[in-house]
């Protein structure tokens, strides 16, 4: 079965610090992307940062970076120098077939 | 700068009555899908259509739920007869070409409350 696991429902830190959010998952596929994705209070969901499953090097997008470890199926998000802005759900996610397999997110919460 | 539109933001219906939400994807988008999402929840697949065609409708209940991306207008999603589990957050996302690695553009959503 394709699932997705986000292990800490809500988290907050301190404007400016770091904080990552873990993400493991499970698919006998060996090729796939996989994706953070953000929604804040507008409902949007708005594409953080993605990853193809076959390359080792770790996507970066400015202050966010991703620890891809693909033999231990985790998909972790770092984010850097963590501003107000940030605060939102956080979403993992990746794709099988036409589908994104979601899970089920983390609050994240930047505190002034 | 029309990103993928959803409306209504709110639906409300009563047990029993047809919903239909409305998606107008990004200008030149051919591709649309659809998601459902309970609270505390991600997003679940619900369908995968493109221009005239249902792709991939794996994800929808077979009774009661249908959808359409005609050639002119918006896709369509459309529940009948209305239960309480159907309440819920509808999220329309387009694409441009509909491959995996593809960013999604994603609508704010269609929130249906049933009572």
């Known amino acids: 079965a394709q699932t997705v696991t986000q292990s800490q429902p809500e988290m907050s830190v301190q404007e400016a610090e770091t904080v990552t959010l873990s993400c493991t998952y499970d698919?006998?596929?060996?090729?796939?992307?996989l994706f953070w994705y953000k929604q804040p209070p507008s409902r949007q969901m708005i594409l953080v940062i993605r990853?193809?499953?076959?390359k080792q090097q770790n996507a970066t997008e400015n202050r966010f970076s991703v620890n891809f470890q693909k033999a231990a199926k985790s998909f972790s998000l770092k984010i850097s120098d963590s501003q107000l802005g940030d605060t939102a759900m956080y979403f993992c996610?990746?794709?099988?077939?036409?589908?994104?397999?979601w899970g089920a997110g983390t609050k994240l919460i930047i505190k002034p | 700068n029309a990103g993928v539109m959803q409306n209504p933001r709110h639906l409300v219906r009563r047990r029993g009555q047809e919903a239909r939400l409305r998606c107008s994807p990004v200008k030149g988008h051919s591709h649309v899908y659809w998601y459902r999402q309970l609270p505390e929840e991600g997003l679940k697949f619900m369908v995968y259509?493109?221009?005239?065609?249902?792709?991939?409708e794996s994800g929808m209940p077979k009774e009661r739920f249908s959808a359409e991306f005609p050639k002119e207008g918006p896709s369509i999603l459309r529940i009948q007869q209305v239960v309480r589990g159907d309440s819920a957050a509808y999220f329309c996302?387009?694409?441009?070409?509909?491959?995996?690695?593809?960013?999604?553009?994603f609508g704010s959503g269609t929130q249906l409350s049933v009572l």
């Open positions: 996610a990746f794709t099988h077939n036409y589908q994104l397999i």
């Open positions: 990853q193809e499953a076959y």
């Open positions: 698919t006998s596929e060996n090729n796939y992307y």
């Open positions: 996302a387009s694409s441009l070409e509909g491959s995996t690695n593809e960013k999604l553009f």
């Open positions: 259509l493109q221009k005239e065609n249902i792709i991939d």
